[in-house]
Structures are given as C-alpha cells and as structure tokens.
C-alpha cells in the first residue's frame, strides 16, 4: 500500500500548503506536544530557510522535520530543536517544505510571529547541558501522561 507522503513531492506544487500531525520528539519543546499539527507549504530552492523548520526525507527515506542551521554549497544541516548534538545534511533540493503555522488546540500559531521567533531564540540560547535536562524531564512527563490514559 502507498502511502501519501511516499510521493508527497509530486503530490503537492511549490508553494501550496498542506497539513500534518507531529510524532516523535526531536522537535520538542517547540513541536510534538500531543495534538500538535503543522502547515507546511512546499518551497523552492531559491527561498532562503535558515532558522525555518523544514521537511526532508531521512536516510531511510522517512520524513523529518529539523531546524535548518545553515548552508553551505547547497549543503543544508539541519538540526531538531531536540536533539542537542546530532546533525543531518542534505542537498538544498532535497528540502520539501518548510513549516508555516502550528495548530494546537483551537489555536493557530504563525511560526514568523514575534512570539514564535522569541520562543525559537531563547530555547536554542539556552545551554546544551540545560536543554538536555529539560528535554529528558519532558519526555518522561509525555510518556507517563498519553500512555496512562
């Protein structure tokens, strides 16, 4: 059976949008709270993206959502807001999408809105050892809370 995103890329034209729930937590503490839902809009190679949030496929031809941290000869490194170390590179063409708004609830979140950005920037100042404390806290709190009801 063949799955949506197994062709995503020719399913959905540069510049249109489309919606997603979040799994995992390797963009946490920003994304993949339960529920959370992204609108990502396909974007084109020209479009400047460091600091968005972008979709990529994996090394195992999955679908990521990471951080793009900058590039470098049409080298993109990508990084998830959760992850303190580990690093992904790929080719600028290889980026799908890039994430536009964060449906929570009722709640519709622009991820260029000054709130959203200030979030962004305290979050990835704060230091690696810290990050690691808060997302393991995180984790815990997530597994204990949707695996008990």
Known sequence: MQRVLDNIESLIPVGES????????SMLPLLGRAGDKIILRRTAVSEDI??????FRGPRNNIVIHRV???DNNIVTLKGDGNPYLKERVERSEIIA???????GNKV???RSK?????????LATPTIVRKYILALMRRWMNFRYKTK
């Not at 489309?18 to 937590?25: C, I, K, R």
């Not at 460091?50 to 979709?55: F, K, L, P, S, V």
């Not at 709130?115 to 979050?123: D, L, Q, Y």
Request: charged share 30%; net charge positive.
């Open 18 to 25: 489309f919606e997603l729930s979040v799994t995992g937590y």
């Open 50 to 55: 460091i600091g968005r949030i972008a979709m």
């Open 69 to 71: 941290l900058r590039i």
């Open 98 to 104: 890039v994430v536009e708004c964060v449906l929570r």
């Open 109 to 111: 979140i622009d991820c």
């Open 115 to 123: 709130s959203w950005r200030a979030k962004e920037r305290i979050w």
